[in-house]
């Protein structure tokens, strides 16, 4: 456990400085769209071959990897930066409230959940709604920045850079994870 949070926060100081820098704003696409996928495949490979880590993830109550999704407030944000004319309406506002959809369902989950531990499916749909959801945000993002860069800057500037940096990728490995284990949440009761 303690190697897995070391590089977890190793991996969130460096796109800190990324992005307090400057180089995430310097970045052209499709370059982000690449560390961001990169990122992502990294995680998904880590947690399948790496054994500690596998176990490390294995176990893991559900409730911690769902509350990693209250982070996914920070649709908030993408509304507001819409408003202000920083972040287009085609990416902030479906992803913004789409967020803060998952999110607050998120907080229903954790405040329901012994509800929940007793009807997988719930946690099913919700992840389903989810990645939907995070998969919308990154593919509409990635084709609005490869169409008109300076559209999506906002999210290239700290400390919106850590959403591609740090959390999609985050959200996306553990929205998979989630699936991985609710396929044999009731083999395992």
Known sequence: MVPFVVALLVWLAIAIV???TGATSRLRPPAPQLILLGLTVALV???RGIAPVRRFLAALDWRVIVALHLSRFVGVVFLWLYQRGDLPFAFAVPGGVGDVVVALL???LLIFADAVAHRPRIL???NALGMFDIVLVVVTAARLA???PESMAALMRFPLSLV???LAPLIIASHLL???RLRHWGRAG
């Open 18 to 20: 990324a992005g307090v």
């Open 164 to 166: 591609p940096t740090f």
């Open 45 to 47: 490979a880590g947690g």
């Open 146 to 148: 490869l169409r008109a």
């Open 178 to 180: 989630l699936f991985a």
């Open 106 to 108: 998120a907080l229903g």
């Open 124 to 126: 099913l749909a919700w």
